[in-house]
């Protein structure tokens, strides 16, 4: 769902060149669940047809430049994968927040000089345990109202982010600096 929500918004905004995929820590392989495709339907978003789920990999994380988790779990087993990506892995909604501190990119600034600044100050301790803040709630199991929820949150969250790493349309912001595209992993 995040992966479909994220794509909308970034071609809503007019973003191009970069690239959103999700993955998470079972195992891969399984289409998505009948309650997403509803809920993105009644939010006039339509989901990949062939999507199957991923699990994440070393390489995935290496190769992307933000991994966006969905709660603290998922980003502490993303850096234990790969500890050297702790600057540029954030749970969804604690991106958000801290975008929402320091403000939209600037002109001059890259994505990579972005992240920096979204993230400084923060420790690894400071993500320990669990936080109601910083996570996405996992709705399955617990009826289409979770789900509608949830897809709100999500929808609320990409947007945020893509405002706040594109603040304008302009080709040039539209672009990371990097040769890698982007990849947001769940």
Same mark, same amino acid.
């Given at each position: 769902m !995040?992966?479909? /929500?994220?794509?909308? &918004?970034? &071609? %809503? #905004? +007019?973003?191009?060149?970069?690239r959103v995929s999700s993955a998470g /820590? /079972?195992? +891969? +392989?399984? *289409? *998505?669940?009948?309650?997403?495709? &509803?809920? /993105? !339907?009644e939010m006039g978003v339509e989901p990949p047809a062939l999507h199957v789920s991923r699990q994440i990999s070393r390489e995935m994380i290496e190769d992307a430049d933000l991994v966006l988790t969905m709660e603290r779990g998922h980003l #502490?087993? %993303?850096?234990?994968?790969?500890?050297?990506a702790f600057e540029k892995v954030f749970c969804l909604r604690e991106f958000v927040a801290r975008a929402g501190r320091v403000g939209a990119r600037r002109v001059e600034e890259t994505p990579h000089e972005y992240l920096a600044r979204v993230g400084a100050g923060r420790g690894t301790a400071d993500l320990l345990g669990s936080s109601e803040e910083d996570e996405v709630p996992d709705p399955m199991g617990r009826g289409m109202r979770e789900f #509608? #929820?949830? !897809?709100?949150?999500? %929808?609320? !969250?990409?947007?945020a982010v893509v405002r706040s790493m594109w *603040?304008?349309?302009?080709?040039?912001? +539209?672009?990371?600096?990097?040769?890698r595209d982007t990849s947001g992993e769940e």
């Open positions: !995040a992966e479909v /929500l994220f794509r909308h &918004q970034l &071609q %809503a #905004r +007019g973003v191009t060149g970069v /820590l /079972l195992e +891969g +392989g399984f *289409p *998505p669940e009948p309650e997403v495709i &509803q809920v /993105l !339907a #502490r087993e %993303a850096v234990v994968m790969v500890p050297s #509608r #929820r949830v !897809a709100v949150m999500l %929808a609320d !969250a990409s947007r *603040p304008d349309d302009r080709e040039s912001i +539209g672009r990371w600096s990097s040769p």
